[in-house]
């Protein structure tokens, strides 16, 4: 018997947060047809996700504005047999893509991995999508947080959906109990936060909580993992509190756990 599909779309395939939860839902559920749609050129991810046995196809219209890539998009699923369910990774351009496949009840799974933004011109979009379009029936939004999902709730379109909230998957490795380790004063532990450098994942927060504590634990050390235009604004905040000498920026990595 030929194995169930499920179809993944995601609009790049760069190392982020929402393509490693695709990896994850990949590699956890082998027992499937996986097919990886990304929307933009070939990227770092697609290797890993070929790795773990899915199909990958690559669209490349994804910055060729919103018209060429719908148009690309519905060019592909013409004709093509529904799955038994989708991911998508995403909610960029969301209303534009559920419109290319209203004929298909199969459920889909929305990753919601960011807070929603809060800015009048978003919360005018998303008002005049909500009249635009239709909400289908099948669409269940994913969110990585009780927050995501709170800001999501109070937006004008998403709110129309039911949201769940799953927190994000990780490797097998981590999958076993663990227990706190004594971080004796001189010990030197370091703390680390896997997020691209930008304004949204809130990296001022634990710069201000490593300066509050630097009294009492200046041995601490505070590693970023990941890039981005916030850098040389997160290096400045690190001067400003005093602590630029336990402040260290990795880059982009794509094995953080040693």
Not at 20 to 30: I, S, T
Not at 85 to 100: A, I, K
Not at 203 to 219: E, G, M, S
């Amino acid at each position: 018997m030929p194995k169930e599909i499920l179809i993944h779309f995601s609009p790049l395939a760069a190392i982020g947060g929402c393509e490693v939860n695709c990896l994850r839902v990949l590699e956890g559920l082998a027992g499937y047809d996986h097919q990886v749609v990304v929307f933009d050129e070939r990227g770092p991810m697609s290797d890993r996700w070929e790795a773990a046995g899915a199909k990958v196809q690559h669209l490349s219209a994804w910055r060729k504005g919103r018209r060429a890539f719908q148009t690309a998009l519905a060019e592909w699923a013409r004709g093509r047999a529904e799955p038994q369910g989708v991911f998508y990774w995403s909610t960029s351009r969301l209303p534009f893509v559920l419109e290319v496949f209203r004929g298909w009840a199969a459920p889909w799974a929305v990753h919601l991995g960011n807070p929603i933004a809060g800015n009048f011109t978003a919360r005018a979009r998303r008002v005049l999508q909500e009249y635009t379009f239709r909400i289908p029936t099948n669409i269940t939004l994913v969110a990585c947080s009780g927050h995501v999902a709170v800001t999501h709730q109070g937006a004008a379109y998403f709110r129309r959906f039911p949201i769940k909230t799953v927190y994000n998957p990780v490797g097998r490795a981590f999958d076993r109990p663990r227990v706190h380790r004594s971080l004796p004063i001189g010990s030197g532990p370091r703390v680390g936060m896997v997020a691209r450098l930008d304004s949204i994942k809130d990296h001022v927060t634990l710069i201000r909580a490593l300066a509050a504590i630097k009294l009492a634990r200046a041995d601490v050390i505070l590693e970023f993992a990941g890039a981005g235009d916030l850098q040389e604004f997160l290096l400045q905040e690190a001067d400003r509190m005093g602590v630029t000498d336990r402040v260290r920026f990795l880059g982009s990595v794509t094995d953080v756990a040693d």
